[in-house]
């Protein structure tokens, strides 16, 4: 069995590049950055290298970029660190609904300790009216999180107008750009932000590696503290095997922004469900403003899970979880208004950067032996 990768939301393999990076660092450069003897001369310079590297990426400065071990922990920095910083000054944040549990979970551990959290609304295409951040702006938000672009459906958020109220009202923002970065522009100052998690495995660096944006000038309470690593925003000796890797990554990245082969790609994937199936599959999510590598589609009456169960060899992912033999519905698609009977049958198929239209074109063919068997 030949097997079709249609994931790429979930992980990202490491980039050859990537790889190639990371090979001499398990046995050279071993000195811990922080030291001031010659060992630790070659790794301060990859760890400066994989900073000026993302920074490059993102539109920042080397010195504003924190590594982490992914993007839960950089959400979780960006979050409770704001939070415990600015906790004097207020305690209220607004997210929206359809965060990602990265978000979410941290927000509801705040609430645990006194926050005021405001989950905000969004549309049946997913997106989020700014205005409505806008009016639930007080003057005890200290934060704004909202994601750049949703995991599950692909949906891209007015980042910059959002961007632009917290600066006209003096209120901190962030935003995941776990899926973004690398797939669309995330240009810190173009998006308005004061805070940007990013996830390597998303980015086809390895797993166990993230770095948060912090502006510059901007407060944060570690998690983790320690000696003064990181600025002093995160305490730990850094991996400069994973930091490294990020930063190629990042720096590869660079040829592959708007990714205009695969969204036609994923263009044509739709084009064929839908000569194949008619009103028998819906798109979920935005049609225009989405990631340009996803494709959200649900066969109504059906169960996403069941339809990917009888057919194993393709890896792609649905949004409903089991618990004791009962589909609950994907949190997101419920937010959204899709009604159970459509959202049970969702299946997200994300592309990647070597997905072929031969792998397009068997995809197709087994959805429809399996849906008309």
């Known amino acids: 069995m030949t097997g079709i990768y249609l994931d790429y939301n979930a992980s990202t393999p490491i980039d050859r590049k990537v790889s190639a990076v990371m090979r001499p660092l398990l046995g050279d450069s071993f000195g811990n950055p922080s030291s001031e003897h010659w060992a630790a001369l070659p790794a301060a310079g990859f760890l400066f290298r994989a900073r000026a590297q993302v920074a490059t990426l993102l539109g ?206 994923r263009d044509v994937f739709w084009s064929h469900l839908c000569e194949a199936f008619g009103n028998r599959v819906v798109l979920n999510g935005h049609p225009s403003e989405r990631l340009p590598n996803t494709l959200n589609v649900s066969f109504p009456g059906r169960a996403g899970g069941e339809i990917l169960s009888r057919m194993p060899e393709i890896a792609a992912s649905t949004g409903s979880a089991c618990h004791a033999g009962r589909i609950e519905l994907s949190p997101v698609l419920e937010a959204m208004g899709v009604t159970p009977e459509i959202g049970m049958g969702a299946i997200r198929f994300s592309l990647g950067r070597s997905t072929t239209p031969a792998e397009i074109d068997e995809a197709v063919g087994r959805l429809r032996s399996t849906l008309t068997s």
């Not at 930063?247 to 990245?253: F, L, Q, S, T």
Request: glycine residues 12%; aromatic residues 4%; hydrophobic residues 40%.
């Open 60 to 265: 920042a400065s080397p010195g504003e970029i924190v590594f982490t071990s992914g993007g839960s922990e950089a959400n979780n920095l960006a979050i409770k660190g704001t939070y415990f910083a600015l906790r004097e000054k207020g305690d209220h944040v607004i997210t929206q609904a359809t965060e990602h549990p990265a978000v979410l979970k941290p927000l509801a551990f705040l609430e645990r300790l006194g926050a005021k959290v405001t989950y905000l609304p969004v549309d049946g295409l997913g997106r989020l009216d700014p205005d409505l951040v806008r009016r639930a702006v007080d003057s005890r938000t200290i934060l704004i999180s909202i994601m750049h672009a949703n995991n599950e459906t692909g949906t891209i958020q007015p980042i910059e107008e959002i961007g632009q109220i917290a600066r006209e009202l003096g209120v901190r923002f962030h935003t995941d750009a776990a899926q973004s970065v690398g797939k669309v522009r995330t240009d810190v100052e173009d998006l308005g932000v004061d805070l940007l998690s990013v996830a390597g495995h998303k980015l086809y660096a390895p797993k166990g590696v993230g770095a948060l944006y912090v502006r510059s000038g901007t407060a944060i309470e570690p998690l983790i503290h320690g000696a003064g690593h990181e600025g002093g925003r995160r305490a730990g000796t850094e991996s400069v095997l994973l930091a490294a890797a990020l930063g190629e990554a990042c720096k590869v990245a660079l040829d592959w922004i708007g990714m205009p082969m695969v969204q036609r790609l």
